[in-house]
């Protein structure tokens, strides 16, 4: 299977900090998905995005496929932010997804 | 639009004892997944089904069953439960538009 590495395991945030999340993955994709874990435990997708770069409010993510890494911005953070933030591969089109161990996302007021 | 749909969203086993978890999607979608979570692990893929009438392992198969029952729904089944399937359950589905995975709420599973 691949290997997918998240970084940092676990951050404390402030309330309206920046933050940067990174998912290293050790062969190429062709699918990459962002998803945050609320702490209530449902999963939502946050992001699609095997390459390039896209923004959905104050998140933002970046992948850059050639060097198998991927990048989660949050900007101005708020308490609703905090849970875990997951990122997924898939390699080919055989529908088999593999997970990071997330960050765990902490934002106190 | 209910979305994915899992049952039950608790369940408390005996060890040797055997139970079915469900899931449904109403979004037409083609495929359909089971993962477990541990504590430090993230999600695992226990088995999925890229469409109707086929099923094919993850990468944590063993002990565990599927049947893809129809388009709509696949189940997971542990005919002889152990402590260590102790986790939480998802299931998730995909359409054919970038295999976005969409989840459902889970099913916590304690195996005494």
């Known amino acids: 299977g691949i290997q997918v590495e998240q970084s940092p395991p676990d951050l404390i945030l402030q309330e309206g900090a920046n933050s940067t999340l990174r998912c290293n993955f050790s062969?190429?994709?062709?699918?990459l998905q962002w998803f945050h874990q609320n702490p209530w435990g449902q999963l939502i997708n946050l992001f699609y995005i095997p390459s390039g770069t896209k923004q959905n409010g104050r998140l933002s993510a970046t992948t850059v496929a050639t060097e198998r890494y991927s990048l989660l911005y949050i900007s101005s953070s708020q308490t609703t932010d905090s849970g875990v933030y997951f990122c997924a591969v898939e390699r080919g089109t055989g529908n088999q997804f593999y997970f990071g161990t997330g960050t765990s996302l902490t934002v106190i007021p | 639009n209910a979305g994915v749909t899992q049952t039950p969203k608790f369940q408390v086993l005996k060890t040797g004892q055997s139970m079915t978890l469900q899931c449904a999607q109403d979004?037409?979608?083609?495929?359909m997944y089971w993962y477990r979570q541990d504590p430090g692990m993230g999600l695992r893929l226990i088995y999925y089904?890229?469409?109707?009438?086929?099923?094919d392992k993850g990468e944590v198969p063993n002990g565990y069953n599927v049947s893809r029952l129809n388009k709509r729904e696949f189940s997971l089944r542990l005919e002889s439960a152990a402590p260590s399937q102790t986790s939480v359950y998802f299931c998730?589905?995909?359409?054919?538009?970038?295999?976005?995975?969409?989840f459902g709420a889970g099913t916590r599973l304690s195996v005494l």
């Open positions: 998730a589905s995909s359409g054919t538009d970038k295999n976005i995975q969409y």
């Open positions: 062969d190429s994709v062709n699918n």
């Open positions: 979004m037409n979608h083609n495929s």
């Open positions: 089904s890229a469409s109707e009438g086929t099923t």
